[in-house]
């Protein structure tokens, strides 16, 4: 008989054929309606006649690559952004695959170009659509994610409390403890006092807790001591089908931050190597130019007028200098619209903006809900001071502060600051040490994941975040 965990497997792999099969349907179908929408009807005849074997051929192709780009299996990522953004990339490079291959005996190829263009533009969407629908529709069992912890939950309460009262992603939950085999089960309700979760068993009784409780992901307590125990109990859970990983790695994918205050030194370690990323050395660079040359000139005519505005409507100079932390803890000369009365730290020092602060005046409260006023750091992005997207950059100040009292805290310097980023996008300005700390949790998770799909999700976001006026406060 299966056990529980492999038959959600067996029943991910019917429902992977089952979704295949419909792209394929659903791509033949994306075929035939890009011929209808790229070409004349008169010409149909010859079109099919041209590229009959290439239409049977580029669903194929798509089904391929969304395969290779991993479109098929279970998670969130299928939903919004980055779903949508994965779905196109596997397209394109489907298509482009077709393409290569119809070289060889398509003979017209100039006349298909349109073709192409649009069946990967539909192709895209009705993908999306498919897999937005599908975790709808499939069992929950195929997409669920349900956490045991294996370790002393006492040592991991904080860490454990925070995804216990976080908003975790559908279908995700956190079950409970299973803890060291001592004999003793005094000491195991012990454990379980003042944590959110229960201990569910012992180590030995991991393969019943598998069936009984249909776990589908085991995180491993960072300070659980590495026993034979905990590894026999790891390696069964692995065996009957679920997913072993660490549990701040189960923090980061589930709520999207990094546990900061509870990380080893080997996961801060870690955040070194995006000294060598590939897109980080070679592709973020060049991806901040070319946005920054293709959005500065109408930058720079809302600059101008809101310039003029603040110095109409407000005394004192339309700008604002102020010197800030950049990469590798390097200062630079950080410039933005003013938004606040002159001198406005003349009499208190460096100290944070709160909610209502009197020193905003009224057309500095309109351009930070807009975040017009961040728009003169693009000519530090030109300069090469800042990237588009980034963890925000500090000032001198506050960044030695920081640096004493948060761990972690000097690895947000490893990137280049960012006009915007995830933290900003996900939390509110600083107003207290606290704010620095859950910010600090976005940015090690940025600096941790950072590729292109991040940063597309991130401006996008921060545009909606623009249009809904949810800017500082």
Same mark, same amino acid.
């Given at each position: 008989m299966a056990l529980p965990t492999l038959r959600v497997r067996q029943e991910q792999n019917r429902q992977r054929a089952f979704l295949a099969a419909t792209d394929l349907i659903t791509g033949a179908g994306v075929v035939l309606l890009s011929v209808v929408g790229a070409f004349e009807p008169r010409t149909w005849p010859l079109v099919v006649e041209e590229g /009959? /074997? *290439? &239409?049977?051929?580029?669903?194929?192709?798509?089904?391929?690559?969304?395969? $290779?780009?991993?479109?098929? +299996?279970?998670? @969130?990522? $299928? #939903?919004? *952004?980055?779903?949508?953004?994965?779905?196109?990339?596997?397209?394109?490079m489907g298509t482009l695959l077709a393409i290569a291959l119809g070289y060889f005996w398509i003979q017209d190829m100039e006349m298909m170009r349109r073709f192409f263009l649009v069946a990967a533009c539909i192709a895209s969407v009705v993908f999306s659509l498919e897999r937005m629908l599908a975790v709808k529709v499939f069992p929950r069992q195929v997409l669920s994610r349900r956490y045991v912890v294996l370790g002393k939950p006492r040592a991991e /309460?904080?860490?454990?409390? !925070?995804?216990? @009262?976080?908003?975790?992603?559908?279908?995700?939950?956190? *079950?409970?403890?299973?803890?060291?085999?001592?004999?003793?089960? /005094? +000491? @195991?309700?012990?454990?379980a006092d003042g944590n959110p979760l229960p201990v569910l068993g012992t180590y030995d009784q991991m393969p019943e807790l598998m069936v009984e409780r249909q776990v589908s992901n085991v995180a491993i307590s960072p300070d659980a001591p590495r026993t034979?125990?905990?590894?026999?109990? !790891?390696?069964?859970?692995?065996?009957?089908? !679920?997913?072993?990983?660490?549990?701040?790695?189960?923090?980061?994918?589930?709520?999207?931050?990094?546990?900061?205050? #509870?990380?080893?030194?080997?996961?801060?370690?870690?955040?070194?190597s995006v000294r060598t990323h590939v897109y980080m050395t070679r592709w973020k660079r060049i991806v901040d130019l070319v946005v920054t040359l293709l959005v500065l000139p109408l930058a720079a005519v809302l600059i101008g007028l809101c310039g003029l505005a603040v110095k109409v409507l407000s005394p004192g100079p339309p700008f604002y200098h @102020?010197?800030?932390?950049?990469?590798?803890?390097?200062?630079?000369? &950080?410039?933005?619209?003013?938004?606040?009365?002159?001198?406005?730290?003349?009499?208190?020092?460096?100290?944070?903006?709160?909610?209502?602060?009197?020193?905003?005046?009224?057309?500095?409260?309109?351009?930070?809900?807009?975040?017009?006023?961040?728009?003169?750091?693009?000519?530090?992005v030109l300069r090469g001071d800042m990237s588009l997207v980034g963890p925000r950059p500090e000032r001198p100040e506050f960044v030695s502060r920081f640096m004493e009292e948060i761990p972690f805290y000097e690895k947000r310097l490893l990137v280049r600051p960012g006009i915007t980023g995830w933290a900003q996008v996900n939390h509110r300005y600083d107003q207290d040490i606290d704010d620095v700390v859950e910010k600090l949790r976005y940015d090690l998770y940025y600096v941790r994941h950072v590729n292109f799909t991040l940063d597309l999700q991130i401006l996008l976001r921060t545009f909606w975040v623009m249009i809904g006026r949810k800017g500082s406060q």
């Open positions: /009959s /074997s *290439l &239409f049977f051929l580029l669903p194929l192709c798509w089904v391929m690559s969304l395969f $290779w780009h991993g479109q098929y +299996e279970f998670d @969130q990522r $299928w #939903l919004g *952004l980055p779903g949508l953004y994965r779905n196109a990339r596997a397209v394109f /309460s904080e860490l454990v409390s !925070a995804l216990t @009262q976080d908003r975790l992603p559908r279908y995700s939950e956190m *079950l409970g403890f299973v803890v060291e085999n001592n004999g003793k089960e /005094s +000491e @195991q309700a012990e454990a034979a125990g905990l590894a026999h109990a !790891a390696a069964r859970a692995e065996a009957m089908g !679920a997913t072993v990983e660490r549990l701040e790695t189960a923090y980061e994918s589930l709520t999207g931050r990094a546990p900061v205050l #509870l990380a080893g030194a080997d996961w801060g370690e870690s955040l070194e @102020q010197r800030r932390v950049g990469k590798d803890g390097e200062e630079f000369v &950080f410039t933005k619209l003013r938004t606040m009365i002159v001198d406005a730290e003349k009499h208190t020092g460096a100290v944070w903006a709160k909610k209502d602060d009197p020193r905003v005046t009224p057309i500095g409260g309109i351009l930070r809900k807009l975040r017009l006023d961040e728009l003169p750091q693009l000519f530090s």
